[in-house]
């Protein structure tokens, strides 16, 4: 049988492992990045070669320019100054920090979320929102402003950021939209107000789109599943695609590149006998996932998978 991928919660404990243990820590080069989040203070930290680095807004800190090196510990793993004023320790998910002299309380390591970013074209423009921060990259990046992230607000299936102060307005919709130069797909539609104009764009990772309950095949190559045999997958955030192909299990991985063309394979299965008609449906329905460019959602909400300009296969929920 073919070998099950790590869920990202497996993943994930692994890492935290690594950093609760120093000999784990310190054997690997990995670059890790995760936040740390304290009651008063949240802030970026990124594990790397036996040293950790801090990314923090907070002015009132002034930390090392170089990264914080690993000390021995009898528990957990340390990293420190020489004279341990800025110092994190970990212990599992939870830790003990100091910055610069002050020591925060409640702090626990949590997975650093991927930034939320949006774009536009003619005039190409992008924004970015990282934690506390949100920048606009206007005019095809010529005027940057890199600013403190205002509070969202929601209105239905909407949430609007407005900065008055640069009168810039953000609306993020949750609507599907296509790219008007690569066709790819996007999860929500943004608008952009400035003082002037409105752009509009798409935002949010394209992997959203795809991931959930399973998809339900309806269609592959002009054919219906059959009854006795139906076909349904699942693909994570990670691209990461498994299912049934109506007889035996297959997994694999599913990459899109950033002009939105999709890449399958290769594919996996486990080798259990069936039904003749089965079997064949099976054939067939690997060579059209197989053969699939990129993907978009038709307006039931179906997801289509697409061989040139025909559908290859067609799924829905």
Known sequence: MYRTPQSPSIALTLA???LATPSLAGDSTETMSYRMICASETFDVTFADEALSITTDNDIYTLPQVPLPQVPSAD??????????TLVWIKGRTASVTLNGTALTDCRLEPRTNPWSAQGNEPGWRVQITGERILFDLNYGEDRLDLRRPDPMPDGARTIYTIPAFALTLTQEDAVCYDDMSGRPYPQTVTLTTATSDFRGCGGDTMALLQGPDWQVKDYAGHPPLEAHPITFAITNTGQ??????????AGQMSITGEGQVMIGPLATTRMACAADAMQQEHNFLASLAAVERFEINESGDLVLLHGNEGAVIAGR
């Open 241 to 250: 695609l498994s299912g049934s192909t109506g007889c035996n299990r297959f």
């Open 76 to 85: 957990g793993a340390k990293y420190a100054t020489a004279d341990e004023s």
């Open 16 to 18: 935290l492992m690594a």
